[in-house]
């Protein structure tokens, strides 16, 4: 085991992604945020047009729970998964520091046992293994696992994790599920770990593939229009919930127009909307916003594109 865990040490001192910003900070909110962020979302995207903005925006965890939820969600606009932003604001709300405790970390809204590990092993150099998805690639094809439970993977990964060395070991795993042992075409023969591995002959097989369907949701979206300002509601419910969007109804008015319709895809479905415009008669009531303060709102991705299906129509709109 130690030969192996020099190994891995060497394969991340010449190959491993060492300019990562939250790889080169002790700063336990930054390592906090990246791993927030990096759930659901490539690490080129959260690089290039999130992390550093965001922590501009709100340079420390104090500041973030400060802030005002409409605020954030405008911060984390276009990340998606908004639930993570509004998990992150109210742990943020609730501590001003991190706690270095595991159990402390996973009782904040938001922190999964991953996440928790991840911020013990790299904010506080703690020996704890981590397990996000190259991660859980790399152990089911080591041992040839096509369909482990969460508990045998955890005790793979504790069974394999380099105590003296967790910040290295941790951050070379990813990289090795991000750039060798990856999900199509895995490179066996650069692998660090090839030695080891008991599925390197049909790395494919290991984990199963689980087949899917997505189910396809429509909705009508009526956009109430009064003097060219357009009316938007904050959703209340658990999709979405925080974000301004225009108003979904069973059947649009009669007098509507009709715009087009636009989709988007989420991780559990798809959503088509058709997408019509009322112009209103009666004076303008509240929540009625022109399109340069509509951007200035947190909406979603799907109500961006309804936007922009507007805008193409905007002559329509007085």
């Known amino acids: 085991m130690k030969n192996l865990h020099r190994t891995i040490h060497r394969w991340y001192q010449s190959y491993g992604r060492h300019t990562l910003p939250w790889r080169n900070t002790d700063e336990p909110y930054y390592i906090y945020l990246s791993e927030v962020m990096l759930q659901q979302t490539q690490v080129k995207t959260v690089l290039e047009r999130y992390y550093f903005p965001f ?3 709100f340079p420390t965890l104090k500041a973030l729970g400060e802030a005002e939820l409409d605020e954030v969600l405008k911060a984390w606009e276009g990340l998606g998964y908004y639930t993570r932003a509004k998990n992150l604001h109210k742990s943020a709300s609730l501590v001003s520091e991190l706690p270095a405790d595991i159990d402390a970390l996973i009782r904040l809204p938001g922190i999964g046992k991953n996440t928790a590990h991840a911020i013990a092993a790299f904010a506080f150099r703690q020996p704890v293994p981590i397990m996000e ?10 041992y040839r696992l096509e369909n482990p439970t969460e508990r045998e993977l955890w005790e793979y990964a504790y069974s394999l994790m380099d105590r003296k060395n967790p910040f ?23 692998c660090p770990l090839e030695g080891i591995c008991q599925g390197k002959e049909e790395p494919h097989r290991y984990p199963l593939k689980k ?3 997505v189910p396809t949701r429509e909705e009508h979206i009526v956009i109430h229009s ?3 300002r357009l009316s938007l509601h904050q959703r209340s419910g658990k999709f979405l919930h925080g974000l301004w969007g225009f108003e979904s109804i069973e059947v649009p008015p009669c007098a509507a127009e009709y715009l087009g319709e636009v989709s988007h895809t989420y991780t559990h479905f798809k959503l088509n909307c ?20 509509i951007r200035e709102l947190a909406i979603s ?3 961006e594109k309804i936007l922009l299906l507007v805008k193409g129509k905007e002559e329509t709109l007085w």
């Not at 998805?133 to 080591?142: E, Y």
């Not at 290295?168 to 066996?188: L, R």
């Not at 009322?278 to 009625?288: D, G, L, M, T």
């Open 55 to 57: 922590i501009e925006r």
């Open 133 to 142: 998805a190259n991660v859980k690639r790399i152990l089911c094809r080591l």
């Open 168 to 190: 290295d070991y941790n951050q070379a795993m990813m990289d090795i599920g991000a750039t060798v042992c990856m999900p199509k075409n895995a490179q066996c023969d650069l």
């Open 211 to 213: 087949k899917r369907t």
């Open 226 to 228: 009064c003097n060219g």
């Open 274 to 293: 058709k997408v019509y415009l009322y112009h209103e008669s009666i004076p303008e009531q509240e929540n009625y916003f022109s399109l340069d303060e």
């Open 301 to 303: 991705k799907v109500d």
